[in-house]
């Protein structure tokens, strides 16, 4: 096992599916990131066969609806002084604002720029669906 030095203060965001670590340090855009951030990929864990693991030193604020979106299985530590201190727990987000566009090319959230999309979720089982509040299109977020 490749051996990365654990952070003494900051988050770790584990049990993300392998191929989406790159993804979600994209999207909370950690390549611009002036503290230190690890991204492990295709570490070995018990639970699931292999997984991307992000470290993060630094105290921000991480967006759960986001994660939530990607996969319900990622873990959030909170690290102070070398210890968990808060592990949150990630859920399939039931409400969505303004986080991707409604699939209806025809939607005003599409070309009215003061509309932000809106959706609810409707499906649960393998594939998460989202309705839009303005024109009931069914929409999967795609990371
Ligand atoms: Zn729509």
């Known amino acids: 096992m490749l051996k990365v030095n654990s952070i003494n203060r ?13 993804k979600i340090f994209d999207k ?6 002036d503290f230190p951030v690890v991204l492990l990929m295709n570490v ?5 066969q292999k997984k991307d693991i992000i470290k993060i030193e630094n105290v921000m604020d ?3 609806t ?7 299985n990622i873990t959030v530590n909170i690290i102070d002084d070398n ?5 949150k727990k990630v859920e399939i987000p039931g409400d969505v ?3 991707f566009k409604c699939k209806n090319s025809r939607c005003i959230s599409n070309f009215d720029d003061y509309v932000t999309p809106k959706f609810k979720l409707v499906h649960k089982n393998s594939k998460l669906l989202y309705s839009c509040e303005y024109c009931d299109e069914l929409t ?3 990371l």
């Open 10 to 22: 900051g988050i770790v965001i584990d049990h993300i599916p392998v191929g989406k670590g790159i």
């Open 28 to 33: 909370l855009k950690l390549n611009e990131a």
């Open 44 to 48: 070995s864990s018990n639970i699931s």
């Open 62 to 64: 991480i967006d759960l």
């Open 66 to 72: 986001l994660l939530g979106l990607i996969d319900s």
């Open 83 to 87: 210890k968990i201190i808060e592990k």
């Open 97 to 99: 604002t303004g986080m």
């Open 140 to 142: 999967t977020y795609v």
